[in-house]
């Protein structure tokens, strides 16, 4: 398929390494993994759930170290971002979980932000930076993190809310999304892919939410459902993370299609592509051979991606022109 231009909102920096970069930092830093090799390690990657994705996804952060590992492993992400079709990506980073193994804030958010300063000369691909904190740490941590992000003048764009859902409610972080808010920052949860749609309708009445990353359990609260049409709340959704931390039992489960069938404001994102068995343009692939999906729905998904983006209207525009140049090539 002639690659479809898109904007990923749904993608974790960590998420994006390599069992062939996990093994070179390794190398390059004098860490001993406790794999027999590569063919060890990607045997691993088969979930039960998310906790379950979680203890492998923490262990293997232990080989970024340094600036330049963080740099490294955003230019890789980028790369193929771009060979997918993204032309725009926000992307998240974890702050919490390097500092807990006292890697300093600036190593990670320096080393991360200077591959993105050169994205779009590099790779063509616009991006903003979201740093997303963990639910299940105290909200106190996560505000401690947002304060020292702001006065180390960090290039973020906004928070987010993310691991381990269920137990977890967004109702929590009230106040760390307020100073967020204060400062001026975007502000997005993950709600309503292992947690309940409550979890969704908490993170837009108490956080304010501007987007929902997944979303896919609003499907079953029709009054929910109503609300996020009618409010073209964006859902960032991730079709093959869902299936591999069997959030769904198969990708011919997934209610994708009733959610676009429905109104809703859904875009199609990798989230952990390393992990997950895909980036965007094999989600895409993917959703086409398993649904098919038309040109036309294949754009509006993109088209939706576009829109939920926290872009200027001249990039907007641009990219949406993009979309429809796709469109039409496809007859």
Same mark, same amino acid.
């Given at each position: 398929m002639l690659r479809l231009p898109s904007a990923e909102l749904h993608l974790h920096i960590e998420g994006t390494l390599e069992p062939e970069l996990i093994f070179e930092l390794a190398g390059r830093n004098g860490i001993a993994l406790p794999y027999a090799g590569l063919a060890d390690l990607r045997d691993r990657y088969e979930f039960t759930d998310l906790q379950s994705f979680l203890d492998l996804y923490y262990s293997n952060m232990q080989v970024l170290r340094t600036e330049a590992d963080f740099a490294d492993m955003t230019r890789a992400y980028l790369r193929r971002a771009a060979a997918a079709g993204v032309r725009h990506a926000e992307i998240m980073m974890v702050p919490q979980a390097h500092l807990a193994r006292g890697v300093a804030l600036e190593t990670c958010v320096n080393g991360v932000a200077s591959a993105l300063a050169d994205s779009e000369a590099e790779f063509g691909v616009s991006t903003g930076l979201i740093a997303a904190f963990l639910r299940d740490r105290p909200a106190a941590e996560a505000l401690q993190v947002l304060e020292a992000l702001l006065a180390m003048d960090a290039p973020i764009i906004g928070i987010d809310l993310d691991s381990a859902e269920v137990?977890?409610?967004? *109702?929590?972080? +009230?106040?760390?999304?307020?100073?967020? &808010?204060? /400062? *001026? !920052?975007?502000?997005?949860? &993950?709600? %309503?892919?292992?947690?309940p749609p409550e979890y969704v309708r908490e993170a837009l009445d108490l956080l304010g939410v501007d987007r929902i990353d997944h979303g896919i359990r609003c499907m079953? @609260?029709?009054?929910?459902? $109503?609300?996020?049409?009618? %409010?073209?709340?964006? !859902?960032?959704?991730?079709?093959? #993370?869902?299936?591999?931390?069997?959030?769904?039992? +198969?990708?011919?489960? &997934?209610? !994708?299609?009733?959610?676009?069938?429905? *109104?809703?404001?859904?875009?199609?994102? #990798? @989230? @952990?592509?390393?992990?997950?068995?895909?980036?965007?343009?094999?989600?895409? #692939?993917q959703l086409e051979r398993t649904f *098919?999906?038309?040109?036309?729905?294949?754009? +509006?998904?993109? /088209?939706?991606?576009?829109? #939920?983006?926290?872009? %200027?209207?001249?990039? $907007?525009?641009? !990219?949406?022109?993009?979309?429809? &140049?796709?469109?039409?090539?496809?007859?």
């Open positions: 137990g977890h409610p967004p *109702g929590g972080f +009230t106040e760390v999304y307020a100073r967020a &808010h204060a /400062a *001026g !920052l975007k502000r997005i949860a &993950h709600a %309503g892919e292992e947690g079953e @609260d029709e009054e929910l459902v $109503r609300r996020l049409v009618a %409010g073209q709340v964006p !859902l960032t959704v991730c079709p093959l #993370s869902n299936v591999r931390l069997r959030a769904v039992d +198969t990708l011919a489960d &997934h209610p !994708l299609p009733a959610m676009l069938e429905r *109104g809703l404001n859904v875009s199609v994102n #990798s @989230d @952990d592509p390393a992990y997950f068995g895909g980036y965007v343009d094999d989600n895409f #692939s *098919g999906f038309s040109a036309d729905q294949l754009a +509006t998904l993109a /088209a939706n991606s576009v829109r #939920s983006a926290f872009l %200027g209207e001249q990039r $907007r525009d641009a !990219l949406l022109a993009g979309v429809g &140049h796709w469109r039409a090539a496809q007859g």
